[in-house]
């Protein structure tokens, strides 16, 4: 590299590093404790009992520890001190982007069927309240994980360390693979919560519409608690579109990075461009560990 791409990658590891160091870290210490918060609430008897939801926030909550421990932090290590694996161990490199990827697609597996659970409890047919059962959601989360842990095999398969980074390069079938399934594993989500949670918007304001007309004749001391259950239903889809919302916000940029890698993949880059070019896959990624960690 010529003197002006390696001050450039200076500045750029520079940025790098004080963004890690005072904003990154603290999102990792205050994404672990609160994940932890979150299975020990979840995992209380009589929520695990009388709500579905519960076991996929537990389920959540452990794939958000191993995202941000596996991931997140072990990425963070090179720029607060000169040690790096990632680009000395090859079985480092693959086990990290193992671990990483299974815990991603697992998590975004979990939000799914948080999304479908909460349009069951509130659709008008009794035969898909009912799928809503502990049962039925154990198995779901039994079957899901088995095949993320298959799934995830291309993982280690495909990376391998080239010019100091543990990467997937696009100019070959498996990058076309990973390419592909980046946006989808993106997309795929985004599509699936933004329709459940129109459904249950649907649902609920139909609820409302066959409520209104019984609470001209009730009285005050019977009006209160269908009043409380309308707040409770505000309160859910206020909570949906604001998970809905921060998914695609945090998860964007990234899809937006991989079409764009993948559609210069075949061009000849400078030094230059693929510094600028890593950077910007830094920022991109960073959205995705913050998503886990402040959810």
Known sequence: MNSSTIALASQFN????????????????FGNLGNLLNIILFSQ?????????????????????????TGGL????????????ETTSIIFCKCRLYFVHFSL?????????ISIDRWMVTSFSQSIRQMSSP???????????????????????GFE??????????????????????????????????????????NIHQRHRRTQPRLRGLRNS?????????HIDV??????????????????????YAVYDFATSWEQKGPDRQVIEAFIYAMAIHPIYIFCSVR
């Open 45 to 69: 008897r009589n929520l695990r009992l009388n709500n579905v939801c519960a076991w996929y926030f537990i389920g959540l909550s452990l794939v958000n520890l191993l995202i941000i421990d």
């Open 161 to 202: 360390i080239k010019n100091n980074r543990c990467y997937a390069y696009l100019n070959t079938s498996y990058g076309a693979f990973f390419s592909f399934y980046n946006v989808l594993s993106i997309l795929i989500p985004i599509i699936i919560m933004m329709l459940f949670s129109a459904f249950i918007i649907s």
């Open 74 to 85: 072990s990425r963070s290590l090179p720029f607060l001190t000169s040690f790096n694996l």
């Open 222 to 230: 019977q009006e209160a608690p269908v009043r409380a259950t309308q």
């Open 105 to 113: 697609i697992l998590g975004r597996y979990f939000i799914c069927l």
């Open 235 to 256: 309160h859910l889809i206020r909570l949906v579109l604001t998970q809905s919302l921060t998914f695609v916000l945090l998860n964007i940029s990234f899809v937006a």
């Open 135 to 157: 049962k039925f959601s154990r198995y779901l989360i039994i079957v899901g994980t088995c095949i993320g842990v298959i799934f995830s095999i291309h993982a280690p398969i």
């Open 14 to 29: 520079l940025v790098q590093t004080y963004l890690t160091r005072y904003f990154m870290v603290p999102i990792y210490i």
